[in-house]
Structures are given as structure tokens and as C-alpha cells.
């Protein structure tokens, strides 16, 4: 039931024409780079169709850069899945990992990782795609929430090891989930997607960082709600459905209408926020020109709020019947 949860989204977004000859660039990248290793997990990955999340999140890029934002979004999706192998000491390979993806956007493009392993390797490789024609300014902004995302979900392991792991309640949940998203550096994405760069006194307004942190929460949400039968399949605590249920001791279904009512709370606060841009521009001073560029970061956000959402609607990953290998193929190790 909750994959099929639908919202009131008050805008459309378009989706990118690149879908069908990026997903098939992209594929055989996974498959080289040996992101993917085993037929069954390239059957699982397929089904995820993360080729059309990235070209519903990403609609302007062009057809070479549509294949490294794919590429991008491959190395996030395996890289948590990496939580769920059940190998000894997994846990400080995984922080030995999180580290060597966290530096790399901190050292001169092109350097090899410290760490060698399919995720870093190809990580090094993409960044230096990714990164190609930003300014410091955009690569130092990036980096910030990308190292924030990938400390998050280190903690996230922290947090559910040793006896009964510890229970955040709903706030503190709600305040770390806003980190495990990764949507700010999501969101940062979707200027190099476009070759342009939010002006630095737009970006670090309150109004700009409220909109940005109200989109992550909508998304976050969104997103526990669409994967909630998936993640409870595997036992995983960090879903905003069970830390409702356990916290106010309710049944499964007054959860999912808990967390849907917060999510659409958080979609009501992004629309405020947006409706105070034009008097933030104003309030800047901001040219047309850069004018233009904060709409072009607010159409950013929207891209990724119902993007990502019209893509969990229908994945395989989140999927009741979806396919499941017994353990996801080990990228740690070489």
C-alpha cells in the first residue's frame, strides 16, 4: 500500500528525451565498472530504473551529461545498500569507505583514492565529470552536503549497531532524515545539470536555505512512505512510518497517515517558501540574469520533489514483489 500513496503536488515537471540511449550507456558503465557484479544483482538494479529518476530529476542536461548524472545516482543507491551485507567488521569498512568518497571532491580532480574499491574508483571517476566547468564556489558548496550525507549515513550504521541499536524519536528523527535524503547536494546537482550557478547571496538567504531544507523534508518523507514495505522487509528501523508507530504507540496504518500528513505539511512549506523568492530577489538587488539563475535553482528543487516522486511510484526497489538478491554484491572490497 504505501508505494502507491499518492500526493497533491502542485506543479509539473518535464522529463528528460535521453531517457532510452543514457539507460543504455549507463548499464553497461555499472557493469564495467563492476558496480555490479552478479546477474541476479544486475536484475535488481535494472528493475530500480534509476535511468528514469535521473531524467525526471535532471530533464535539462544534455544527452552526454544525462549519463553522468545517471552514473552519479548509481554510486548513492549501491552504496547504501552496502549497510545490508552481513560480513564481519562491515561497519569500519563502510566508515573506511564513506571517508575516501567524502575526500574526494577535497583533493585536485583526477587524483586516485586512497581507498581502492569499485564505489571509490568509480566515484573519482564520475566527480571529474561532475565537477568539469563549476566554479570553487559550486564544488566547495557540493562537497559540504555531500560529505554530510555520506557522515549521515555512517552514523545510521553507528545507530543501529550493538543490542537493540538506539531509537531516535520523531523530531530527531525528522532532523537526521533531512540529512540521509542527500537532496541539497541533489539540488546543487541540478546547476551543473543546467551549466549555471545560484548567486552565493541568494543561496546562503534564509529563504533559499528554508526552501531547499523544506524540499528535502517533503522527499525524505516521501520517501520513507514509498519504501516502507521494502525497508520492513529488512528489518530497518529508520523509516519515518516505524518511528511514528513506535513512539506514539499506534497501529501501522494511523503511522502511514502520520507520515503522509507530515509530508504534505513540508510540501505546504516548500510552496511558501517559493512564493517569497521574488521579494528575496528583490530584497538582493539581484539583475535579471540573476534572477533568472534563482529560478532556475528553485526548478531544481521541483525537478527532485516530483521527480523523485513520480519515480518511487513505479520502481522496482520500492516494489512489494520486487526482486531481492539474499545479499547485495560486495563493492567495498576489490
Known amino acids: ?71 552519479w545516482f548509481s554510486l548513492a543507491f549501491l552504496f547504501d545498500d552496502q549497510f545490508d551485507a552481513e560480513i564481519p567488521d562491515r561497519a569500519d569498512r563502510v566508515a573506511e569507505v564513506a571517508r575516501e568518497l567524502v575526500a574526494t571532491p577535497l583533493r585536485p580532480v583526477g587524483s586516485a583514492p586512497r581507498v581502492v574499491c569499485p564505489i571509490t574508483l568509480a566515484w573519482a571517476e564520475v566527480w571529474e565529470q561532475l565537477s568539469d566547468g563549476m566554479s570553487p564556489t559550486w564544488q566547495g558548496r557540493f562537497a559540504a552536503s555531500w560529505g554530510r550525507f555520506l557522515v549521515a549515513h555512517v552514523e545510521e550504521v553507528d545507530l543501529a549497531a550493538g543490542d537493540g541499536g538506539v531509537e531516535l524519536g520523531v523530531e530527531e528523527y525528522a532532523a537526521f532524515r533531512r540529512r540521509t535524503v542527500g537532496i541539497h547536494h541533489s539540488i546543487d546537482a541540478g546547476e551543473r545539470s543546467r551549466r549555471f550557478e545560484v548567486p552565493a547571496q541568494a543561496q546562503a538567504h534564509p529563504v533559499m536555505i528554508g526552501l531547499r531544507d523544506a524540499a528535502a523534508d517533503t522527499i525524505g518523507f516521501m520517501n520513507d512512505i514509498h519504501s516502507f514495505e521494502r525497508e520492513k522487509r529488512r528489518g530497518d528501523g529508520h523509516n519515518l512510518i516505524v518511528v511514528l508507530r513506535r513512539e506514539r504507540g499506534c497501529s501501522w496504518e494511523a503511522a502511514v497517515d502520520e507520515a503522509v500528513a507530515m509530508t504534505t505539511e513540508g510540501l505546504r512549506q516548500y510552496v511558501e517558501f517559493e512564493a517569497r523568492v521574488p521579494e528575496m ?54
Open 281 to 334: 530577489c528583490e530584497e538582493l538587488g539581484l539583475g535579471v540574469a540573476e534572477r533568472q539563475q534563482v529560478w532556475m535553482g528553485v526548478e531544481a528543487a521541483r525537478h527532485w520533489i516530483n521527480g523523485n516522486y513520480e519515480w518511487a511510484l513505479t520502481t522496482g526497489r520500492y516494489a512489494s514483489g520486487a526482486v531481492s538478491r539474499s545479499a547485495p554484491d560486495d563493492l567495498l572490497t576489490v
Open 1 to 71: 500500500m504505501p508505494q502507491d500513496v499518492r500526493f497533491d503536488i502542485p506543479f509539473s515537471t518535464p522529463v528528460s528525451a535521453h531517457l532510452a540511449s543514457a539507460r543504455e550507456q549507463h548499464l553497461r558503465w555499472v557493469r564495467e565498472t563492476g558496480l555490479v557484479r552478479s546477474q541476479a544483482g544486475f536484475d535488481e538494479y535494472e528493475s530500480w530504473d534509476l535511468a528514469q529518476a535521473a531524467c525526471r530529476t535532471y530533464p535539462y542536461a544534455s544527452a552526454d551529461d544525462m549519463v553522468v548524472l545517471m552514473n
